[in-house]
């Protein structure tokens, strides 16, 4: 056999094995790749949010001394900013109840026919409970509404002016409320809230000789920062 015939043969055995080699591959049974599955990110129900709140009474007064009502007689509720601190749990995406916990003082000074009277002083202890519904179709917007119930509970009620007595009973009121959340990721965002609480506790000033009903009725706008777990 000469040198180009070998290299012929070779060359012939090298084809034939070549094309043995790719019918053996057509005739294996396909394998496809499954898709891999999205990462799903894990949902968590709790949130808190940190507040400044503005509080605005609506106060408006009815009493009397000494049984007899006291004509033109009003009261006048100082404004108060404080701290506040509200935990939310999601129930679902949609339906939330919130906690909102904070403290504010004021004073109570005479107005009307009692203009010029210094009454007392007092702090407020309101947790409110909230049930919410939140809008999730708007992106990084997530506003939200809600309408709850309170009990505020007065505390270190101070007399004034020459009154030696000045007592808030503990009541229960409820609230309405408005607000929205902007988150910039996953977990931090902007808040704003406003509510609004209707509130009337009975008042005693001087051992029950002037008494009566102080309707109180606040504003609360807040706004904070907001952290989803």
């Not at 009692?114 to 007392?120: D, E, K, S, T, V």
């Not at 119930?149 to 007595?165: I, L």
């Not at 009973?169 to 902007?182: H, I, P, R, V």
């Amino acid at each position: 056999m000469t040198f180009r015939s070998t290299i012929l043969s070779l060359a012939a055995a090298l084809l034939g094995a070549t094309a043995l080699t790719g019918a053996q591959a057509a005739d294996l049974p396909s394998t496809k790749v499954a898709p891999i599955a999205p990462v799903m990110t894990q949902w968590s129900p709790w949130m808190i949010r940190g507040r400044a709140l503005f509080v605005i009474p609506q106060e408006k007064a009815s009493l009397n001394i000494g049984g007899a009502p006291i004509v033109g007689g009003k009261v006048d509720i100082s404004n108060s900013v404080v701290p506040e601190l509200d935990i939310t749990y999601f129930f679902t995406q949609n339906i939330a109840a919130e906690l909102v916990l904070g403290v504010t003082p004021h004073n109570v000074k005479g107005a009307g026919s009692l203009a010029g009277a210094r009454i007392g002083s007092a702090w407020l202890l309101p947790p409110t409970l909230m049930l919410q519904y939140h809008f999730t179709d708007l992106g990084a917007f997530k506003p939200y509404v809600g309408a709850g119930v309170n009990y505020t509970v007065f505390f270190n009620e101070k007399a004034k002016g020459g009154f030696t007595d000045f007592d808030l009973k503990d009541s229960f009121g409820f609230a309405l409320q408005a607000g929205f959340d902007y988150m910039i990721d996953r977990h931090w965002g902007f808040n704003f809230d406003v509510k609004k609480r209707f509130l009337e506790p009975k008042v005693k000033v001087n051992n029950g000789l002037v008494a009566g009903k102080v309707k109180i009725d606040p504003w609360l706008i807040a706004a904070g920062v907001t952290y989803r777990f």
